[in-house]
């Protein structure tokens, strides 16, 4: 996924490829490149951060392209009904809507104030943990935070809140059908990028592997050494990867009913 970069800056090729991408996207990406205030990482229109270390500067300005293009495709794709959300960039630790947490949470979105919160250290977790490097395994995590602010945006994760206080035997199971629809509107995002000729060959199967490398019985697994599915919030390395995927190639809304199938 040409976007953003690792390194001090971007070289002629990068600048050209940024106004291609703006072109494309409608996102004024080269103005993202010259947020800069004394060496330090400035987050974009639309983030918001307390991470001030140039060598990040690269990563702030690609993960708010991938923020400001999945909305903009969410936008689109439900019109009017679709509110804008920030994504919140931090280290160590934050507080949010729902509570302080650490960098050990990974990822995460808060529905109290409708925020995406992400560490970026994650990112290296995600290479070196878990043996799923490249930007769009990094863009295939926001993506998934986002789609759970659809699911907010919609109703369907106050639906969920609901049915697991009327069935609390039942609330992994709940939670696992909103995990999975969330790694699906991720696919769906992906799709209509992809159209844009955004991608590269290969970025597809980037996002797949970052999909099975956190499923919950490969975690388990790497973990405690044993599986226990009755513990699962998230779903399996196949599922999760099976989900993307359908978004992927099907770029539709409609075919991420997670709850009826």
Known sequence: MPIGGRGAGLGLGGLLLALVVSLLTGTDFLSLIGMREGGAAVAPAGTESPVRDSQEEPMVEFVSFV????????ARLLGGRY???KLVLFRDGVRSGCGYAGAETGPFYCPADGK????LSFFRELDRRFGAPGDFAQAYV???EIGHHVQNVTGTAQQVRQAQRRNPGAANEYSVRLELQADCY????GHHTGRKGVLEEGDV???LRAAQAIGDDRLQRLGRGEVNPETFTH???EQRARWLRRGLETG????CDTFGQ
Do not use: I, N
Request: charged share 25%; aromatic share 10%.
């Open 67 to 74: 923020l400001d293009d999945a909305q903009s495709t969410w």
């Open 83 to 85: 509110e804008a959300t």
């Open 116 to 119: 995406v919160y992400l560490d």
């Open 142 to 144: 926001v993506a998934h």
């Open 186 to 189: 991720a696919g769906v995002w």
């Open 205 to 207: 199967d980037e996002g």
């Open 235 to 237: 779903g399996t390395s």
């Open 252 to 255: 539709r809304v409609e075919a």
